[in-house]
T-cell receptor
Framework: DAGVIQSPRHEVTEMGQEVTLRCKPI?????LFWYRQTMMRGLELLIY????????DSGMPEDRFSAKMPNASFSTLKIQPSEPRDSAVYFC?????????????FGEGSWLTVV | QKEVEQNSGPLSVPEGAIASLNCTYS??????FFWYRQYSGKSPELIMS????GDKEDGRFTAQLNKASQYVSLLIRDSQPSDSATYLC????????????FGSGTRLSIRP
């Protein structure tokens, strides 16, 4: 089975440019998460969706960040305008909670560098 | 206070010994607890999950949960060099179902 698919894997962009990260969750999973990982702050939850609806976006750092999930198989995380402090690894993850709990599965990450 | 706290390490353990990793959490009504392993440059992968007080064993790994003390740990027996990685503790809240928060991770190094 295909896992969580993210693109691009690596992106280098200039400060002020728009960045769009994409994610395809595991088929059948109804939760989708966006995390950001840095050395200083660890793995931070930015936003998560249930059945395409945003449930909690309290982790989104500021208005420059936005996320959408137009359908069950696609989500985007957009940064506009980007800043050097946005440089991080952005992970998308998905899950299907059941009686055994809520195990989330991560994509390989999008490595973003803003110069 | 952070929601999930871990000692950042590095924790150095000789090969063949037991590695003990610890995690505390602040939400008293948290329901589910997870340990993930992350190799450098890779994404986190699930090792174990635990939901009830006590011990849960899976091969060389044992997860221990004490809800009264808000404490969860991971023991790795017969540590191997391939166990060298960062171990992330994750907690799923009750009040915010399915919201999974991670600790900052503990770096584990197994020395031959």
């Amino acid at each position: 089975d295909a896992g969580v698919i993210q693109s691009p894997r690596h992106e280098v962009t200039e400060m002020g440019q728009e960045v769009t990260l994409r994610c395809k969750p595991i088929s059948g999973h109804d939760y989708l998460f966006w995390y950001r990982q840095t050395m200083m702050r660890g793995l931070e939850l930015l936003i998560y969706f249930n059945n395409n609806v945003p449930i909690d976006d309290s982790g989104m750092p500021e208005d420059r960040f936005s996320a959408k999930m137009p359908n069950a198989s696609f989500s985007t995380l957009k940064i506009q305008p980007s800043e050097p402090r946005d440089s991080a690894v952005y992970f998308c993850a998905s899950s299907l909670p059941g009686i055994s709990g809520n195990t989330i599965y991560f994509g390989e990450g999008s490595w973003l560098t803003v110069v | 206070q952070k929601e999930v706290e871990q000692n950042s390490g590095p924790l150095s353990v000789p090969e063949g010994a037991i590695a003990s990793l610890n995690c505390t959490y602040s939400d008293r009504v948290s329901q589910s607890f997870f340990w993930y392993r992350q190799y450098s440059g890779k994404s986190p992968e699930l090792i174990m999950s635990i939901y009830s007080n006590g011990d849960k064993e899976d091969g060389r790994f044992t997860a221990q949960l004490n809800k009264a003390s808000q404490y969860v740990s991971l023991l790795i027996r017969d540590s191997q060099p391939s166990d060298s990685a960062t171990y992330l503790c994750a907690v799923e809240g009750y009040s915010s179902a399915s919201k999974i928060i991670f600790g900052s991770g503990t770096r584990l190094s197994i020395r031959p």
